[in-house]
C-alpha cells in the first residue's frame, strides 16, 4: 500500500507573508485570526481551512497554486505568469497586437 503524502504549506504561507512584508500580526489581522494560529500554521501544527486559506490568497493576492505549487504538477511556466502580470494595463490596441501574435505563432506550429 503506497504510503500517504502529507501536505505541509506552512512554509510556502510564511514565504509569501515574508515578500510581502507582513507580520505573523498583520496577517492574523487580514485573515481574523490570533497570532498563535497563524504561527501553527507556518510551523505545519495546524491546517488552515478553506475559509481562511482564500482570506491569506487575497491578503497577498496570490491563488491557491502558489501556496499549494510544490504538490500541484502544472506544464505552466511561472516566469510566463509573471511576464503577462500588466497585460491588463495595456492599451486596447497593443492588447489586440499580442492576441494577434499569440494566435500567428500558435497556427504557425500546426
Known amino acids: 500500500m503506497k504510503k500517504k503524502s502529507v501536505i505541509k504549506i506552512g ?3 510564511q514565504k509569501i507573508r515574508k515578500s510581502n512584508g ?7 489581522e487580514a485573515v481574523e485570526v490570533s497570532v ?3 504561527s501553527d500554521i507556518e510551523q505545519d501544527k495546524s491546517k488552515p481551512s478553506y ?9 497577498f493576492q496570490v491563488s491557491l497554486d502558489q ?12 516566469s510566463m505568469e509573471y511576464s ?7 492599451s486596447k490596441k497593443d492588447k489586440e ?10 497556427k504557425s506550429k500546426m
Open 11 to 13: 512554509k510556502n504561507i
Open 36 to 38: 498563535r494560529y497563524i
Open 51 to 59: 475559509e481562511n486559506l482564500i482570506k491569506i490568497c487575497n491578503a
Open 97 to 106: 497586437t499580442i492576441e494577434n501574435l499569440i494566435m500567428y505563432f500558435n
Open 22 to 28: 507582513y507580520t505573523q500580526e498583520k496577517l492574523a
Open 84 to 90: 503577462l502580470a500588466g497585460f491588463d494595463k495595456l
Open 67 to 78: 501556496i499549494f505549487s510544490e504538490y500541484i504538477n502544472t506544464k505552466e511556466n511561472k
